[in-house]
């Protein structure tokens, strides 16, 4: 059975960071490309970034520099740090496997003063 669990997520200032992890289990998590998408309250669910089987990187337009994915195969995880945070930055994360396209439960993270 596929699992990916997010954490990470909380509560952060403007201009703060964070760091999310994506850990898979039941897939071998070398072979998968990974994403991460986000879903603000009222809007689609949108690409952030990804990475591949073989770490080559591609991010949203958006993202301006300011978030950096990786991955780690010998823990089976992705990451997704995010740096200078803003306010529309407030969304659900989630990672996904591909190949089958699977997701994750999502993580909260909102961005607040």
């Known amino acids: 059975q596929v699992q990916l669990v997010e954490s990470g997520g909380g509560l952060v200032q403007p201009g703060g960071s964070l760091r999310l992890s994506c850990a898979a289990s039941g897939i071998i998590f070398r072979l998968y490309a990974m994403d991460w998408y986000r879903q603000a309250p009222g809007k689609q669910r949108e690409f952030i970034a990804g990475?591949?089987?073989?770490?080559?990187?591609n991010y949203a337009d958006f993202m301006k520099d300011r978030f950096t994915i990786s991955r780690d195969n010998a823990k089976n995880t992705v990451y997704l740090q995010m740096n200078s945070l803003k306010a529309e930055d407030t969304a659900v994360y989630y990672c996904?496997?591909?190949?089958?396209?699977?997701w994750g439960q999502g993580t909260q993270v909102t961005v607040s003063s």
């Open positions: 996904r496997a591909n190949p089958g396209g699977y």
């Open positions: 990475i591949s089987s073989r770490g080559s990187t």
